[in-house]
């Protein structure tokens, strides 16, 4: 029996489900969130800040469009953001480079952005940059450095600030935020909506449940009559102490955070259920940053850390709405810092099924059906 009633319940309290919030809050929604433990699986508190398009969606025309509106979204919501959280962001969008020092794939990679440009048309434009010209624009770079990329489009912002302004935002739009609320069960309810089984015992009643728990999503996703299926997938990261020189490019896999320190990542491995860190994998990640700056040899490394992606079987985001039961969704997507500018906005009318919502169909969870994915 629940105790208690929400009008939308929002299960997880990562990005994405706090930038749900925010739109639906403003949508006039009355809204909960519920998080899980500290202990939990948290991509949002580990992730590398980029706000990215160079790449995304190169096979897939729906994801290059929506990432594209999201980046452009960008501004407007990290302007909004600040002003309710009173937080700087420290969102650049100045462009942002992809390094290669293997020649097949840098190949391989300008080919996959020629088919992002084919779907984007005069929406994209991107840079091919040889080694020599490379050098010229940046004479730092190192010489095992093939070439390069460009995408004025990309940019970065700092994600933990990112995780705390959407936090603050949500309380202060009136959002009730429960922490250590771990459901374990959720059941349609004999009087319409639903009903939540907390770990500790409590029991919660929703009109209607959006789920957006990351990695623990797929454990409630079958209970909703969801078929998606989601899996962890680790990335490792290196910081550096600070530096006083602002590093004179952002790449997706270098980048120097506003207080100082470089940041380097990007690497990616199935390795289950495990976000340890591991020394061949920081080895190579400074081997990479050094290939591409030498001068980085001269820095010290401070701290390292793993943090799982929450991955669909296509890579690609799901929003779902269940059909066995209404007023039930998911949510999830791997890149959720770059895709908040548009949760936090126009999805809030995909939720609520209004005349502006976006055309969302090419991200229903029947794909994985068609293609027996899930
Ligand atoms: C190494 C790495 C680098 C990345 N780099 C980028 C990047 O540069 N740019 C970008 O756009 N994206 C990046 N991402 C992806 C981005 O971080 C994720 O898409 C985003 O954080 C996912 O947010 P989420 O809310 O879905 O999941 P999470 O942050 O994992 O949050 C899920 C929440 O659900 C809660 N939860 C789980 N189960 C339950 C339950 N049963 N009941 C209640 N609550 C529950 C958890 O406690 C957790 O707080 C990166 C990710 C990683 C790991």
């Known amino acids: ?43 949002s508190q580990g992730n590398f800040g980029l706000v990215w398009l160079q790449g995304k969606g190169a096979d897939f025309a729906p994801y290059a469009e929506w990432t594209r509106d999201a980046v452009t979204a960008w501004p407007q919501f990290a302007a909004m953001l600040e002003e309710m959280s009173n937080l700087k962001l420290a969102l650049s969008q100045s462009g942002g480079f992809e390094f290669f020092t293997d ?53 970065h912002v700092n994600p933990l600030r990112l995780l705390r302004a959407l936090r603050c935002a949500v309380t202060a739009l009136g959002g009730n935020l429960v922490s250590d609320a771990l ?12 009903d939540l089984s907390l770990q500790n015992g409590n029991h919660l009643g929703a009109d209607r449940v959006i789920l957006c728990a990351g990695l623990g999503t797929s454990q409630l996703a079958a209970q909703l009559g969801f078929e998606t299926r989601v899996r962890p997938q680790r990335g490792e990261l290196l910081i550096t102490e600070k530096l006083a020189d602002r590093l004179p490019f952002l790449s997706s896999t270098i980048r120097q955070v ?41 820095v010290r490394v401070v701290r390292a850390w793993g943090a799982l992606r929450v991955v669909s079987p296509d890579g690609y985001p799901v929003y779902a709405r269940s059909k066995q039961h209404p007023g039930a969704y998911l949510v999830t997507c791997h890149s959720g810092v770059t895709l908040a500018s548009l949760h936090a906005t126009v999805l809030a009318e995909w939720i609520d099924d209004t005349s502006r919502a976006p055309n969302l169909e090419a991200f229903d969870e029947n794909r994985f059906a068609l293609s027996g994915a899930a």
């Open 1 to 43: 029996m629940a105790t208690q009633t929400s009008e939308i319940t929002i299960i997880g309290g990562g990005v994405v489900g706090l930038s749900i919030a925010i739109g639906l809050l403003q949508a006039g929604r009355r809204v909960t969130i519920l998080d899980g433990a500290d202990g939990d699986f948290r991509a």
């Open 258 to 298: 506003d207080e100082g320190g470089v940041q380097i990542g990007g690497t990616k491995a199935d390795a289950g259920p495990d976000d340890s860190e591991t020394l061949p994998i920081m080895a190579q990640l400074a081997r990479h940053a050094v290939t591409v700056l030498p001068a980085l040899a001269d």
């Open 103 to 155: 020649t097949t794939e840098f190949d391989q990679f300008r080919a996959s952005l020629e088919r992002q440009q084919a779907h984007l048309g005069n929406r994209f434009s991107h840079e091919i940059i040889g080694p020599d010209d490379l050098r010229r624009m940046y004479p730092g770079i190192g010489s095992g450095v093939v070439g390069a990329t460009f995408c004025a489009a990309d940019g």
């Open 183 to 194: 459901i374990t069960s959720i059941s349609p309810s004999m009087s319409g909506g639903f």
